[in-house]
């Protein structure tokens, strides 16, 4: 109140404080949609009055201190940051915007409307009332094509018997020019190159004034050049498949399937590349084929730029056809790669230290598009802080190579046209693994996969594996280790199980891919299934143990999870994110319980944030994961369930907030007794949900997100009944994250 009564002072004579604007709308008629008008014709209202803080104007008040002889530095500083120039009244041109009111009134067609406006003064300070008077609008009764020159008369005659235009319709300005733009576009994909969406014009016929109807017109307008309105094809298609601006000579040309492949030497065999060419000779000019064949081209891998560019062949056409000449320029990226990363890893069971991680890639390996990647990985843990378990150590070295073919490999032929979208990569890897756990074992193990990653259109991609396997072989355990596992059977079954051998496959609906829509989703199916095929050649090891084939104990079972995401968008950078994930893994046949490595886990950063990486649940157990074997060994289940809400803002630049709300854990379906059966699912799953709470800060630069939450348990599953409902603020979990938890 004191900064608002102090700036008073300071404005000048003659002058008053413009504070902004109210408007009203008076109607003869019901207006559907009326909220969406208003916002329209509010907009145009200007200027925007000085912005308020509680009622108060501090960027007007430091404005005006700025203005003294002498400020001061911290005027100056206040001023830079926050200060506002004042708006006045005489900066107010109500008629101006009268006229901008009828303007905006006509476009929607209501015509002949009225708009007045009216000062309101209060000492120091004015605002402006507008207020508009709305007829009945006027209303389409026909919809007609003028006369045009053949052949562009039959497309557009054609176009329209789509179109939105029914009769009845309310005359509508932004209406007409979307259907230009529909008219445009299709057009544009029946070879009308030159054609452009200005060259159409609408005319409405209000003959019938006293009913309030128009006739509306379409026809070209005057003097459109000749070449625009006549469909052009593609006579020639020149694929530059190493092109370099400053190296363009001494070329060769190889044609394969009506198509010229220029390059110095075979940098790409035509036969590979071919297929991600849409492009055909003789076809006509369409944008949509050529968008295609630049996103095909650039989902290769081995190409940094795509340029397609269009000549025209002739300059006078022929038998009203056009033609053109399509140029293809692929500009390469650097064919060898090498990537270092340093890695430092703090986990929540007290293990931290570096890893070093090397990655080498050589881009179109064969002269196909192939990838080659073989990646390494040393990494070195330590515990602090553990009491007795000070000092325990952890030693991991990776090695893995990954081959990927931009096409389909498989021992039948698939039909090109069969992926329209995009052409399939086929990834194949094999890696080993070598970890050493001191004072406790060492595990070797070995991965190779071969499957299929495909996009099905801009919003759904799917991965199959039909081929993954994996061989684990533990060796040099200690006697504590030993203990661990004869206390808990579970984990020694889970290890047992040396080899897995399956089928995975993952499908996904990415809906936000554009970040304004208001609605958005994104949904995540997971299939992995493993020990079918090879159980056919299992091998009986006697009564009560399980088969095995090449002397290995296979894994079998079955696991399926969801993963969905909703955002709604409340606009200027507003966001109510939610989630739900659900979880079951089957164990049967060869298997009594689920392979460690394919256990569910919950707690940390993407899950819920009040509880500890892997650290809540499996059900009520209530067990400390400090003690010897939670050291190593997290708290793990066979079916998972998670619920996750935040509301999103903006704060100051690239600083976003977040105020947010988790709930879930893991059970088994199947009781382990090192849970004592506190982990079972049961019918009362809802009351043992851990739940959480808490806010978060994420600094948010071009889509590269830091993000800090920090979370507070406000129902623990683990605590006696009558005791789990409890805003526990001092066991607080501080959660440190790389980009946005869903």
Same mark, same amino acid.
């Given at each position: 109140?004191?900064?608002?009564?102090?700036?008073?002072?300071?404005?000048?004579?003659?002058?008053?404080? #413009?504070?902004?604007?109210?408007?009203?709308?008076?109607?003869?008629?019901?207006?559907?949609?009326?909220?969406?008008?208003?916002?329209?014709?509010?907009?145009?209202?200007? $200027?925007?009055?000085?912005?308020?803080?509680?009622?108060?104007?501090?960027?007007?008040? #430091?404005?005006?201190?700025?203005?003294?002889?002498?400020?001061?530095?911290?005027?100056?500083?206040?001023?830079?940051?926050?200060?506002?120039?004042?708006?006045?009244?005489?900066?107010?041109?109500?008629?101006?915007?009268?006229?901008?009111?009828?303007?905006?009134?006509?476009?929607?067609?209501?015509?002949?409307?009225?708009?007045?406006?009216?000062?309101?003064?209060?000492?120091?300070?004015?605002?402006?009332?507008? %207020?508009?008077?709305?007829?009945?609008? #006027?209303?389409?009764?026909? +919809?007609?094509?003028?006369?045009? $020159?053949?052949?562009?008369?039959?497309?557009?005659?054609?176009?329209?018997?789509?179109?939105?235009?029914?009769?009845?319709?309310?005359?509508?300005?932004?209406?007409?020019?979307?259907?230009?733009?529909?008219?445009?576009?299709?057009?544009?994909?029946?070879?009308?190159?030159?054609?452009?969406?200005?060259?159409?014009?609408?005319?409405?016929?209000?003959?019938?004034?006293?009913?309030?109807?128009?006739?509306?017109?379409?026809?070209?307008?005057?003097?459109?050049?000749?070449?625009?309105?006549?469909?052009?094809?593609?006579?020639?298609?020149?694929?530059?498949?190493? +092109?370099?601006?400053?190296?363009?000579?001494?070329?060769?040309? %190889?044609?394969? @399937?009506?198509?010229?492949?220029?390059?110095?030497?075979?940098?790409?065999?035509?036969?590979?590349?071919?297929?991600?060419?849409?492009?055909?000779?003789?076809?006509?000019?369409?944008?949509?084929?050529?968008?295609?064949?630049?996103?095909?081209?650039?989902?290769?891998?081995?190409?940094?730029?795509?340029?397609?560019?269009?000549?025209?062949?002739?300059?006078?056409?022929?038998?009203?056809?056009?033609?053109?000449?399509? !140029?293809?320029?692929?500009?390469?990226?650097?064919?060898?790669?090498?990537?270092?990363?340093?890695?430092?890893?703090? @986990?929540?069971?007290?293990?931290?230290?570096?890893?070093?991680?090397?990655?080498?890639?050589?881009?179109?390996?064969?002269?196909?598009?192939?990838?080659?990647?073989?990646?390494?990985?040393?990494?070195?843990?330590?515990?602090?802080?553990?009491?007795?378990?000070?000092?325990?150590?952890?030693?991991?070295?990776?090695?893995?190579?990954?081959?990927?073919?931009?096409?389909?490999?498989?021992?039948?032929?698939?039909?090109?046209?069969?992926?329209? &979208?995009?052409?399939?990569?086929?990834?194949?890897?094999?890696?080993?693994?070598?970890?050493?756990?001191?004072?406790?074992?060492?595990? /070797?193990?070995?991965?190779?996969?071969?499957?299929?990653?495909?996009?099905?259109?801009?919003?759904?991609?799917?991965?199959?594996? $039909?081929?993954?396997?994996? +061989?684990?072989?533990?060796?040099?355990?200690?006697?504590?280790?030993?203990?661990?596992?004869?206390?808990?059977?579970?984990?020694?079954?889970?290890?047992?199980?040396?080899?897995?051998?399956?089928?995975?496959?993952?499908?996904?609906?990415?809906?936000?891919?554009?970040?304004?829509?208001?609605?958005?989703?994104? /949904?995540?199916?997971?299939?992995?299934?493993?020990?079918?095929?090879?159980?056919?050649?299992?091998?009986?090891?006697?009564?009560?143990?399980?088969?095995?084939?090449?002397?290995?104990?296979?894994?079998? &079972?079955?696991?399926?999870?969801?993963?969905?995401?909703?955002?709604?968008? /409340?606009?200027?950078?507003?966001?109510?994110?939610?989630?739900?994930?659900?979880?079951?893994?089957?164990?049967?046949?060869?298997?009594?319980?689920?392979?460690?490595?394919?256990?569910?886990?919950?707690?940390?950063?993407?899950?819920?944030?009040?509880?500890?990486?892997?650290?809540?649940?499996?059900?009520?157990?209530?067990?400390?994961?400090?003690?010897?074997?939670?050291?190593?060994?997290?708290?793990?289940?066979?079916?998972?369930?998670?619920?996750?809400?935040?509301?999103?803002?903006?704060?100051?630049?690239?600083?976003?907030?977040?105020?947010?709300?988790?709930?879930?854990?893991?059970?088994?379906?199947?009781? !382990?007794?090192?849970?004592?059966?506190?982990?079972?699912?049961?019918?009362?799953?809802?009351?043992?949900?851990?739940?959480?709470?808490?806010?978060?800060?994420?600094?948010?630069?071009?889509?590269?997100?830091?993000?800090?939450? /920090?979370?507070?348990?406000?129902?623990?599953?683990?605590?006696?009944?009558?005791?789990?409902?409890?805003?526990?603020?001092?066991?607080?979990?501080?959660?440190?994250?790389?980009?946005?938890?869903?």
């Amino acid at each position: 109140m004191l900064l608002s009564c102090s700036i008073n002072k300071y404005i000048p004579e003659g002058e008053q404080l #413009y504070t902004g604007a109210r408007l009203s709308i008076e109607k003869d008629t019901i207006i559907r949609n009326e909220k969406a008008l208003k916002s329209e014709l509010e907009a145009v209202i200007r $200027p925007e009055p000085n912005k308020k803080f509680l009622g108060m104007y501090p960027g007007l008040f #430091y404005y005006y201190k700025n203005q003294k002889e002498n400020p001061g530095f911290l005027n100056k500083w206040l001023y830079k940051k926050i200060g506002a120039t004042p708006v006045y009244r005489s900066y107010v041109e109500a008629s101006s915007i009268e006229e901008l009111l009828l303007n905006r009134l006509e476009n929607r067609g209501y015509f002949y409307s009225t708009a007045t406006s009216n000062f309101e003064d209060q000492e120091k300070r004015t605002s402006v009332s507008y %207020t508009v008077n709305i007829p009945k609008p #006027y209303r389409m009764e026909s +919809y007609h094509l003028d006369t045009m $020159p053949k052949p562009i008369y039959n497309a557009v005659k054609t176009l329209m018997k789509s179109s939105p235009f029914k009769k009845g319709m309310r005359f509508d300005l932004g209406n007409m020019k979307k259907e230009r733009q529909r008219i445009d576009a299709h057009l544009k994909t029946k070879g009308y190159y030159n054609f452009n969406e200005n060259f159409l014009i609408f005319e409405a016929d209000t003959n019938c004034l006293k009913r309030k109807k128009f006739d509306l017109f379409l026809r070209l307008k005057k003097e459109v050049p000749e070449k625009s309105i006549i469909p052009y094809n593609i006579g020639k298609i020149n694929i530059y498949t190493n +092109y370099k601006i400053e190296d363009s000579a001494n070329t060769q040309i %190889t044609r394969y @399937k009506e198509k010229n492949f220029i390059q110095k030497e075979t940098f790409f065999k035509p036969k590979y590349l071919d297929p991600f060419i849409k492009l055909k000779e003789g076809s006509l000019y369409n944008p949509e084929t050529s968008r295609n064949t630049a996103r095909r081209l650039s989902s290769i891998g081995a190409y940094k730029y795509v340029n397609i560019q269009y000549k025209e062949v002739d300059s006078v056409a022929s038998d009203s056809l056009g033609k053109l000449e399509a !140029n293809i320029y692929l500009s390469p990226l650097n064919k060898r790669a090498l990537k270092a990363e340093l890695q430092v890893v703090s @986990k929540s069971n007290n293990f931290s230290g570096p890893a070093l991680a090397f990655t080498y890639s050589n881009r179109n390996l064969f002269g196909g598009g192939e990838t080659y990647n073989i990646s390494s990985k040393i990494g070195y843990e330590t515990q602090f802080g553990g009491g007795q378990k000070t000092g325990k150590s952890s030693l991991e070295l990776e090695i893995k190579n990954e081959l990927i073919f931009p096409r389909v490999l498989f021992p039948i032929k698939i039909n090109e046209d069969f992926f329209k &979208y995009a052409i399939p990569k086929t990834r194949t890897s094999l890696g080993v693994n070598y970890l050493n756990r001191s004072q406790l074992y060492t595990l /070797l193990s070995g991965s190779i996969l071969f499957g299929y990653t495909w996009d099905g259109n801009a919003y759904v991609s799917h991965q199959i594996n $039909p081929i993954s396997a994996n +061989y684990t072989e533990l060796s040099n355990t200690t006697q504590e280790f030993e203990q661990i596992l004869t206390d808990n059977p579970f984990l020694q079954r889970s290890f047992d199980q040396q080899f897995i051998s399956g089928l995975t496959y993952s499908f996904t609906y990415n809906g936000m891919v554009n970040p304004n829509k208001k609605h958005q989703i994104y /949904l995540n199916l997971g299939l992995d299934v493993a020990g079918n095929s090879v159980s056919l050649f299992g091998k009986e090891m006697g009564p009560n143990e399980p088969k095995t084939i090449l002397g290995l104990a296979y894994a079998q &079972y079955a696991k399926a999870d969801m993963d969905f995401h909703y955002h709604f968008n /409340l606009g200027k950078e507003q966001v109510i994110a939610s989630r739900i994930f659900a979880g079951y893994g089957l164990a049967y046949g060869n298997s009594e319980v689920m392979p460690f490595v394919k256990q569910y886990f919950s707690g940390g950063p993407y899950s819920v944030r009040a509880f500890g990486i892997r650290d809540l649940g499996p059900g009520t157990y209530s067990g400390d994961a400090s003690t010897d074997s939670g050291a190593f060994f997290d708290k793990t289940g066979n079916i998972r369930l998670e619920a996750n809400i935040e509301y999103r803002f903006p704060i100051y630049s690239f600083f976003k907030g977040a105020v947010f709300a988790d709930a879930g854990n893991i059970w088994n379906s199947k009781p !382990n007794p090192t849970f004592n059966g506190k982990d079972t699912f049961t019918s009362n799953f809802i009351n043992e949900l851990g739940m959480g709470a808490g806010f978060g800060l994420r600094i948010d630069i071009q889509s590269f997100v830091i993000r800090f939450d /920090l979370a507070a348990p406000f129902h623990d599953p683990s605590l006696p009944k009558g005791k789990r409902f409890n805003f526990d603020v001092g066991e607080s979990v501080f959660n440190f994250a790389i980009g946005y938890p869903f």
